[in-house]
T-cell receptor, first 112, second 115 residues
Framework: GNSVTQMEGPVTLSEEAFLTINCTYTATGYPSLFWYVQYPGEGLQLLLKATKADDKGSNKGFEATYRKETTSFHLEKGSVQVSDSAVYFCALRADSWGKFQFGAGTQVVVTP | GAVVSQHPSWVICKSGTSVKIECRSLDFQATTMFWYRQFPKQSLMLMATSNEGSKATYEQGVEKDKFLINHASLTLSTLTVTSAHPEDSSFYIC???????????FGPGTRLTVL
């Protein structure tokens, strides 16, 4: 079946540091890939997505590239801020009407 | 962007009572909505898929008689936790599909505490 594996947290960084959160997936076919962010006590917000191989999703300084050859969708940001502290979820959707498969989530803590 | 609201944002109830949580798509019509449960520091667990005008599809292990789902219109789905017990305490999150896209939009969640 489909699955998503992402690096365990918490990831603790200083402000302006470079952030990478690894995400790999297992799926048949060509799933769409997503990153969602969850701030404390809130629901999930779509951060970015990519729907086919080599697509790059980007938003708010975050980027992720859909790599089919390595089945990966790693999230990166060049310079994090304290406000980026949150839990980040990698997810895939096998087709437009299918269920989402979420990773376990990675907590990111950014200190001043 | 698409907005999904939930009401209430938090609720505290006594054991044995029933609690209804509403999920609304505010600026779009959602033929399909999803209900998730999230335990502290864990990922989301899909409970059921709710289709407008038809019965919900429950995931394995989810009690359909305990978690009643109704999707009476294209903008509203409700989750009723019947005869709630402390082990039902959790964060419940709904999401909605926008037709012809593959993106789900999530509500802000409802914190249920059963005493």
């Amino acid at each position: 079946g489909n699955s998503v594996t992402q690096m365990e947290g918490p990831v603790t960084l200083s402000e302006e540091a470079f952030l990478t959160i690894n995400c790999t997936y297992t799926a048949t076919g060509y799933p769409s890939l997503f990153w969602y962010v969850q701030y404390p006590g809130e629901g999930l917000q779509l951060l970015l997505k990519a729907t086919k191989a080599d697509d790059k999703g980007s938003n708010k300084g975050f980027e992720a590239t859909y790599r089919k050859e390595t089945t990966s969708f790693h999230l990166e940001k060049g310079s994090v801020q304290v406000s980026d502290s949150a839990v980040y979820f990698c997810a895939l959707r096998a087709d437009s009407w299918g269920k989402f498969q979420f990773g376990a989530g990675t907590q990111v803590v950014v200190t001043p | 962007g698409a907005v999904v609201s939930q009401h209430p944002s938090w609720v505290i109830c006594k054991s044995g009572t029933s609690v209804k949580i509403e999920c609304r798509s505010l600026d779009f019509q959602a033929t399909t909505m999803f209900w998730y449960r999230q335990f502290p520091k864990q990922s989301l667990m899909l409970m059921a898929t709710s289709n407008e005008g038809s019965k919900a599809t429950y995931e394995q292990g989810v009690e359909k008689d305990k978690f009643l789902i109704n999707h009476a219109s294209l903008t509203l789905s409700t989750l009723t936790v019947t005869s709630a017990h402390p082990e039902d305490s959790s964060f419940y999150i709904c999401s909605a599909d926008i037709t012809s896209t593959d993106t789900q939009y999530f509500g802000p969640g409802t914190r249920l505490t059963v005493l």
